[in-house]
């Protein structure tokens, strides 16, 4: 009989064991399980003609889709003085595992607002912020696209095309001022136009705005009147006015970011384009993941296949001379292979 109980008593206290291990295994999956929540902050609105806000959604969503993360788009319209109040009520919440911000004018944001809140987790595409372990940081090669760009206008106005003339001028707006475009677009966009000609002169204007296309419309008149008859773009929805004056008046454009061929035929030539639905859909498939690397600063260019334009338009292949074209390819491969430094050429 005291054997027979002993044995009861043992058997019971292995099926115990088991059910608690099976019990904290079912609570380590359910752990594991859990979706992280991460918030997408859009420095305008969507469906405003900012076509980089909406190739960033393409790429949240695709990365929601894939990994089950719980995603909040935030559209944070154009107010910036609005922008860093609403980051701090974000991390205030405690809601969310990481909170995505966008562009140049975020850094400064970012460390302000992490300094408050450390056990946020911050990630930023299209710039860089330096905040320790708390933000991971992604660009694109803006030398690169830059570069390509002046190449491609300096082929143009140095070219017999249509609204090119006699001048060697091309043009640059900029929707302000910050270091990515004096460290690398602008030199990189004067760097590219003098590989093919060193006597081209670029007008450079800042806009002082990313929201209004009548400034973009009267810089782009003004930059005609001084025989500019193209001009490279990085204003936002202020470039669409850019845009109208250039059918008005008579001169090429060239878009940032994203591809705005269609946008006007013939008059928007081709766009030095970054591929953000790639790297947001990256960027949060690794944070969902648990993979993301927070501290690191990550660029990625041509080489990666992130940086690029539109050779393979239909309206480019239309309007583009064929000679330009092959000047274009031969600038692409020469950065691809590192052959040419867009700030060393």
Not at 204 to 226: A, Q
Request: net charge negative.
């Amino acid at each position: 009989m005291k054997e027979k109980r002993t044995r009861i008593l043992v058997a019971a206290a292995i099926l115990f064991f088991l059910a608690a291990i099976v019990f904290a295994a079912g609570q380590q999956e359910g752990a594991a399980e859990k979706p992280k929540s991460i918030a997408v902050y859009m420095p305008g609105l969507l469906g405003a003609g900012n076509a980089m806000l909406e190739m960033a959604k393409a790429g949240a969503e695709k990365a929601e889709a894939e990994t089950g993360v719980n995603l909040k788009l935030i559209e944070g319209g154009y107010d910036w003085s609005t922008y860093e109040p609403s980051l701090k009520q974000l991390s205030a919440t405690g809601e969310y595992d990481a909170i995505m911000c966008f562009t140049a004018g975020f850094p400064g944001i970012i460390q302000t607002v992490a300094a408050e809140f450390p056990n946020q987790k911050y990630m930023l595409v299209d710039a860089v912020v330096d905040c320790g372990d708390q933000a991971y940081s992604v660009q694109f090669n803006s030398a690169e696209m830059a570069f390509l760009a002046g190449v491609f206008a300096a082929c143009v106005t140095t070219s017999d095309m249509a609204k090119a003339n006699p001048e060697k001028k091309i043009g640059m707006t900029a929707g302000m001022i910050y270091p990515e475009m004096t460290d690398l677009l602008k030199p990189g966009y004067e760097n590219g136009a003098h590989w093919i000609d060193p006597g081209v002169e670029n007008v450079f204007t800042v806009t002082d705005s990313w929201t209004d296309p009548l400034i973009g419309k009267e810089i782009g008149i003004n930059m005609y009147k001084v025989d500019v008859d193209i001009i490279f773009m990085i204003s936002s929805t202020t470039d669409l006015g850019t845009i109208e004056a250039g059918e008005q008046q008579g001169y090429y454009c060239i878009s940032v970011n994203t591809n705005m061929n269609s946008t006007s035929p013939g008059v928007v030539l081709t766009g030095v384009t970054k591929a953000y639905d790639q790297v947001v859909y990256q960027t949060i498939k690794a944070a969902a993941e648990g993979t993301l690397k927070y501290g690191a600063q990550d660029t990625f260019g041509i080489k990666d296949g992130l940086v690029g334009y539109t050779p393979d338009d239909p309206l480019y292949l239309k309007y583009v001379p064929k000679d330009i074209q092959d000047k274009m390819k031969e600038a692409y491969e020469g950065l691809k292979k590192g052959k040419i430094d867009p700030l060393n050429p």
